[in-house]
């Protein structure tokens, strides 16, 4: 039977945490939806929790590689989960969270509404803000926009920035049937698969909004792929630069004499934007 959204979720190693998200997915206020787990090779207990829900909850919870388990990489997992959703909308999940219980239907309701307006043909994707909690969900910070460097509405201002920058956290996207189809598959010089997606909507004309409210306890812990810690090595943002830069190329301009420039200028252009409206802030 297919559901009206596809929730989409890539586990690696996630005992610890896994057990309380799928929960608050339980726990949700909008119930149309399927959960499809992929397991990305995992050496601890997680294939067994996979299993436990998914037997507890055959119409609810699907694990989709349970005869193919093996390690592919976090790209390459959302990959296979967005190939396997037939829903009318895919959100992204990850393992270590916990989804308040409106998430699910607020986020479709701010989706559904920019559908009406621009056409069930137009790829559309929404972002939400989060609440960043520790291990614990002990509450760090109540807005993770209020302490990022990157504000959505200069980003979304436009489409030179949002192929420089990300303001979109992948636990919190949500998109249509229409951005799914455009974004697959996906190419080799992408740096991750939430902004990929995003990027990949601006290209094609679509629109890529937010709510601007938390929608999920963000947990970070010393367990985390990807966090909200800024704390990366010289080495790690250099090779981050060069690859924005590349996807920056490839996507936006091909001249290779114009590209360096562009990308000089769009860059500097933002950081000056995004720094006047923090100040007035």
């Excluded at 919870?61 to 976090?74: A, P, Q």
């Excluded at 989960?81 to 909308?89: F, G, I, P, T």
């Excluded at 969270?97 to 994707?125: H, M, N, R, Y």
């Excluded at 109540?142 to 990157?150: H, R, V």
Aim: aromatic letters at 12%; hydrophobic letters at 40%.
């Amino acid at each position: 039977m297919c559901s009206k959204i596809d929730i989409l979720l890539s586990t690696y190693n996630g005992e610890r945490f896994l057990e309380e998200q799928i929960n608050s997915i339980l726990a949700q206020t909008y119930t149309d939806w399927r959960l499809l787990i992929r397991d990305d090779g995992s050496k601890d207990s997680t294939a067994a929790i996979i299993e436990k829900y998914a037997v507890q909850y055959p119409d609810k919870i699907t694990w989709i590689n349970k005869d193919n388990v093996c390690n592919v990489g976090v790209i390459k997992s959302f990959e296979e989960l967005m190939c396997a959703s037939d829903a009318d909308y895919f959100m992204f999940c990850d393992q270590d969270d916990v989804w308040l219980p409106f998430k699910v239907a607020e986020t479709l309701e701010k989706l559904q509404s920019i559908e009406q307006e621009k056409g069930a043909d137009c790829p559309v994707v929404v972002h939400t803000d989060l609440q960043v909690v520790d291990g614990e969900l002990n509450k760090l910070h109540d807005s993770m926009f209020a302490i990022s460097k990157s504000s959505p509405q200069i980003i979304h201002a436009r489409i030179q920035y949002a192929l420089l920058c990300n303001c979109i956290t992948g636990c919190t996207l949500m998109g249509n049937k229409k951005a799914k189809e455009n974004a697959l598959p996906f190419p080799s010089f992408i740096e991750m698969h939430d902004s990929w997606v995003a990027r990949k909507v601006w290209l094609d004309g679509g629109k890529v909004d937010t709510l601007f409210k938390p929608t999920m306890l963000y947990r970070q812990h010393g367990y985390n792929v990807v966090g909200a810690n800024p704390s990366i090595t010289l080495k790690q943002r250099w090779q981050y630069l060069k690859k924005c830069y590349r996807q920056y190329r490839l996507l936006h301009t091909r001249c290779t004499l114009i590209a360096p420039f562009a990308f000089l200028y769009y860059k500097c252009l933002f950081k000056l934007e995004n720094k006047l409206k923090k100040s007035k802030s």
